[in-house]
């Protein structure tokens, strides 16, 4: 079974940034590959999407500019950029694949914390 890990979470200071990669286990051939992130007390929601060639982006407005969204198809990697980082993008962050026969593969969860 495909797994995804997810790696580069931790704790860093307002302004500080970080990148999260998210390795899958074996190849996927994905439609998209997604990050989301989950903060304590709210609903996960969608924080950037990468499709499957590569070729379109989409991020949520709360991170536009500051989070960048890649992929090494060499390495089965997805990679986070976080930028410019502040308290409100405290949360548990999942890497999603949705393969391209409709399966969709998630990660544990890497947890960031953004505190002085």
């Not at 286990?25 to 989301?36: E, L, P």
């Not at 999603?96 to 990660?107: F, I, L, P």
Request: aromatic share 8%; glycine share 10%; hydrophobic share 30%.
């Amino acid at each position: 079974q495909v797994q995804l890990v997810e790696s580069g979470g931790g704790l860093v200071q307002p302004g500080g940034s970080l990148r999260l990669s998210c390795t899958a286990s074996s190849i996927i051939f994905s439609i998209y590959d997604a990050w989301h992130r989950q903060a304590p007390g709210k609903q996960r929601e969608l924080v950037a999407l990468i499709s499957g060639s590569s070729s379109d982006t989409t991020y949520a407005e709360s991170v536009k500019g500051r989070f960048t969204i890649s992929r090494d198809s060499a390495k089965n990697t997805v990679y986070l950029q976080m930028n410019s980082l502040n308290p409100d993008d405290t949360a548990v962050y999942y890497c999603h694949t949705r393969s391209v026969v409709g399966v969709d593969y998630w990660g544990q969860g890497t947890q960031v914390t953004v505190s002085s």
